[in-house]
């Protein structure tokens, strides 16, 4: 057995698929993983794979065209995933795909086709949570920053969905899990970009201030409830404890 293995980057993954698949040493002979490698086994042989740009452009122009958009969209939300498995079920799912085209999407009793939806589900609730659950600081007055850490890498999504909503304002979103950022300039396109681990920490240290803003938004929050009616098992349920890290209405003062 043949193991490709590459990083969680999507450029990382592009890349180790069309490598494993340029080998012709046979799709059953072949399993793609993520690294960091968990345990390896005897009698593979492990092949490490690193980011290149122009393999990349190759194997999502091939499935535009000789799948579909459709496909690619599924393809990269896939890849968003926290699953360690998603490397290797993409790679399954394009075999299918480059075979039937642009049908491979309707396809639903295909075990490939079935994992690439639930991966895809799984990314797609999690970037709507943040989209309600994103909250951002104003620094200064200049510049809106907002912290997150999701199970999934669903920063893209969720900085195309404020980019919309936002595109006068200054503002950066991090991904405290993973050092990743999302920096928009005004009236432009954001862009993602990794950060130190001291850019990190100093981005936390400004989501600790305070204006009268900040405190209005808590105090009317603690106020507006109902305590009759007050529950807190539904209000988990409706808003998992793990989401509240960077809500502002859930700070300490």
Not at 163 to 171: F, I, K, N, Q, T
Request: aromatic share 14%.
């Amino acid at each position: 057995m043949y193991i490709y293995t590459c990083d969680e980057r999507f450029e990382s993954m592009m890349t180790c698929i069309y490598d494993a698949w340029a080998s012709r040493k046979g799709h059953s002979n072949i399993r793609l993983e993520l690294e960091p490698l968990e345990q390896t086994e005897l009698f593979c042989e492990y092949i490490h794979v690193d980011a290149d740009e122009e393999k990349t452009e190759k194997v999502i122009r091939s499935v535009k065209n000789k799948i579909s958009f459709k496909a690619y969209r599924q393809i990269f939300r896939a890849a968003m995933s926290f699953e360690a498995d998603r490397l290797d079920a993409i790679y399954r799912f394009m075999i299918l795909g480059f075979a039937r085209g642009s049908r491979v999407t309707e396809m639903f009793t295909e075990a490939p086709v079935v994992r690439i939806l639930e991966l895809g589900r799984k990314v797609a609730n999690e970037t709507h949570y943040f989209r309600e659950f994103t909250r951002f600081t104003s620094v200064n007055g200049k510049v809106y920053v907002s912290h997150i850490e999701p199970k999934c890498n669903v920063l893209p999504m969720v900085a195309e969905h404020f980019a919309d909503r936002m595109p006068s304002e200054y503002w950066i979103m991090i991904d405290d899990k993973r050092s990743l950022a999302a920096v928009h300039p005004k009236d432009e396109a954001f862009y993602m970009t990794m950060l130190s681990q001291n850019e990190v920490e100093k981005f936390k240290e400004l989501e600790r201030e305070r204006d009268e803003y900040t405190e209005l938004w808590q105090e009317f929050f603690q106020t507006i409830g109902i305590k009759a009616r007050r529950n807190p098992r539904c209000q988990r349920n409706m808003m998992p404890l793990w989401y509240r890290k960077h809500m502002t209405e859930f700070l300490q003062k």
